[in-house]
């Protein structure tokens, strides 16, 4: 399984590990100081955050706080360069739109997280609270004890807290994961 987040705007002011200086909404949701030692050590093995400064980065690397927009052109080598060379059955694609552009998983493997919201029984995009369901989303499986192989049990992990629905991927299209919130 490779979890791939997006960095977050706000950090903290000192360096250390990229986990404790991304200090975001999602950061703070997937709430990686209330994970066992067992379920970090999954995290820290499975999650590869996409950094405007560092390219790819794991939660443990040490880095430097910074403020930067990602040149895609510019990073695209350095991420694919690190991401091409994980060997893995899953990848849970929780990045913006911004960041996917650096580097395009493949697709028959890949699940993009999405969030939406319902009102009035209809479907609606969100934005505001995508980061923060996306960070609990990462929390969960990575509290699932669980090691999802493939996007059917992605599904089954995940709607154990949240509303969600599976579509289908193709051979161009990544698998999508619905979750609502």
Known sequence: ML??????????????????????VLY???GWEQLTAD??????????IISAKYGVVRPLDPIEPYKEKIDNRKMAARVAQVLDGIESELIIDCRSSTYQTVWQSPADITVEIKVFTKIEGV???????????RGEVTHHILRSGKVPANPLELE????????CHLLEGSKKEPWVLEVYC
């Open 39 to 48: 379920q970090r050590r999954k995290g820290a093995e499975s999650i590869a």
């Open 28 to 30: 703070a949701a997937l």
């Open 156 to 163: 089954a992990i995940v709607s154990q807290k949240f509303e």
């Open 123 to 133: 479907k609606k995009v969100i934005t505001h609270m995508s980061k923060k369901t």
């Open 3 to 24: 979890i791939l987040l997006p960095p977050s705007e706000k950090k903290s002011e000192r360096p250390g590990p990229a986990i404790q200086v991304y200090t975001g």
